[in-house]
């Protein structure tokens, strides 16, 4: 099987700061992987050179297009990764209001991913914005309200509709639960995984927090200083880790 | 079914003076299909460690662990997720599930995760839940809030769904009353006579004696000391 994205050697670095160095990895059609380390380790750096965000100093990163096969993603032009952005990939922010268009409606902010891959029909793109909001469990009611007057779990759910409805085949996520309380994030857990599971999506999921990545994520790779220290089957990193800084990371949570 | 071949096991604690704990050395097992062997043997003798290991969910230190013809040990991810998902169910201690998912969907999930439509896996969630005891109900709320004989049973319903041609059952009958633990062996007995290979603990001896073939005493596997 050729695996959806094939990542070598990615390194980045800040000046003489290192944000990621050396990583590799293949990612496989509905394989999902969590990223996880303490702040600083190089994880969003890694994520944002992957989604093609930041340029890596080296590197490549090889994802098998539909129309044309495995291709360099890092040396592609422009517009064809922007394309890439916004057809086949996704990408869910930490914050909502850095993937979303604050002044624009709930359904205009679903209805712009269509609209950029050249759908014209207002019915349709209206109709499938509703389809979306109750996808993510947002009351249809909503549609001509905007995300300013949302809650943040809403907010969050609302960005991950706007990224979903293109049908992507991969989609990317910082922290995708971080800052909503306790209550509200297993709600987006449970949605995430039901989705991830009935579109097949392949995913990147970075996070430091350790039961997100045990419910969403079949492997996880642990990154420390901007490096891979492990990488495995997911529970198998959290419950047998073998590098010392994977059993100080699980050691310091009390129970996941 | 299940082939074990010089596997050994050992815990490095790096962030306490790197210890290492030597827990299990030439192991050497195979389970046939329609077979049930228990793992015997004080406690701490390893006996969860080396079902853990069955399950991918401990890395051997060293040695070849074949299930359904994959060697673990060597593995990808996603190819142990699909053997779990196929080939290799487990039925472990303690009910591990996602917050808000209602009992029925948890029982249903494994059946949902190899392709089975809503509708067939729910019935089937539905006949095994009612077949443990469970009921009606509590079917529509998360398992999370019931009572550890409840949760064991859910788990139970979980790891039977699906026909798994393995099944590792770390002690399935610890926390029930007579008559569920009946039901249980029960069903342990019909996944043998469709070929399931077992590998089981179980501290209740008489259930031990009446659904298990053989017995291993784990305790024979414990490495020698360095001293
Ligand atoms: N994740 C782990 N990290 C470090 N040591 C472990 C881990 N899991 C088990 N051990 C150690 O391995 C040894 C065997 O433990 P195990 O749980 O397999 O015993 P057991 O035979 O199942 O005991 P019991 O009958 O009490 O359940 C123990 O010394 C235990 O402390
Ligand atoms: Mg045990």
């Known amino acids: ?256 | 079914m299940i082939e074990l071949r010089n596997v050994s096991k050992t815990f490095t604690l790096h962030n306490q003076g790197s210890a290492v704990i030597n827990v299990l050395a030439h192991v050497d097992l195979d389970v046939r299909p329609g077979e049930c062997v228990a793992l015997t043997g004080s406690s701490g003798a390893g006996k969860s460690t080396l079902m853990r290991m069955i399950y991918g969910n401990y890395m051997a230190r060293s040695g070849v662990i074949r299930v359904g013809g994959v060697d673990l040990v060597q593995a990808e991810p996603r190819e142990i997720i699909r053997i779990r998902r196929e080939t290799l169910g487990y039925v472990s201690q303690f009910l591990r599930v996602v917050p808000r998912v209602p009992t029925l969907q948890v029982v249903a999930e494994p059946l949902r995760a190899i392709g089975a439509p809503p509708d067939r896996a729910e019935a089937q969630a539905r006949d095994l839940l009612t077949r443990l005891n469970i009921p009606r109900r509590l079917w529509s709320l998360s398992p999370t809030t019931f009572s550890g004989g409840e949760q064991q049973r859910v788990n139970i319903a979980r790891g039977f769904v699906h026909p798994y041609p393995a099944l590792l059952l770390d002690e399935p009958t610890a926390s029930l009353d007579p008559e569920n633990r009946d039901i249980v062996l029960g069903l342990i007995e019909t996944a043998k006579q469709r070929g399931a290979a077992i590998v089981g603990i179980f501290h209740d001896t008489d259930a031990r004696n009446r659904v298990c073939d053989r017995e291993i005493d784990v305790g024979r596997f414990t490495p020698e000391q360095a001293a």
């Open chain 1, 1 to 256: 099987m050729t695996p959806l994205l094939s990542v070598q050697g990615m390194t980045r670095s800040y000046g003489n700061h290192l944000g990621c160095s050396d990583v590799s990895f293949d990612l496989y059609p509905g394989e999902v992987m969590g990223i996880v380390g303490e702040s600083g380790s190089g994880k969003s750096t890694l994520l944002n050179c992957l989604a093609g965000h930041l340029t890596p100093d080296a590197g490549s990163v090889i994802y098998d297009t539909r129309g044309h096969g495995p291709r360099d993603t890092v040396t592609m032009s422009e517009p064809e990764r922007r394309m890439l952005g916004r057809t086949d990939w996704a990408f869910v922010h930490q914050r909502a209001s850095d993937g979303l268009r604050m002044g624009v409606s709930a359904g205009g902010n679903v209805g712009e991913r269509l609209m950029a891959i050249g759908n014209r029909h207002y019915g349709d793109i209206r109709g499938h914005a509703i389809d979306w909001l109750d996808r993510v469990e947002i009351d249809a009611g909503r549609i001509d309200d905007r995300p300013v007057t949302f809650s943040g779990g809403m907010q969050q759910r609302l960005q991950i509709a706007r990224n979903l409805v293109t049908g992507p085949r991969l989609v990317f996520m910082d922290e995708p639960t971080g800052g909503l309380d306790v209550s509200v994030q297993a709600r987006l857990l449970d949605l995430l995984r039901g989705l991830v599971r009935d579109m097949g999506l392949s995913a990147i999921i970075v996070t430091h927090d350790l039961a997100v990545v045990r419910l969403l994520a079949d492997r996880l790779m642990v990154m420390k200083s901007g490096r891979v220290v492990e990488h495995g089957l997911t529970d198998r990193v959290l419950d047998d880790p073998q590098h010392a800084y994977t059993q100080l990371l699980v050691s310091s949570v009390l129970q996941v």
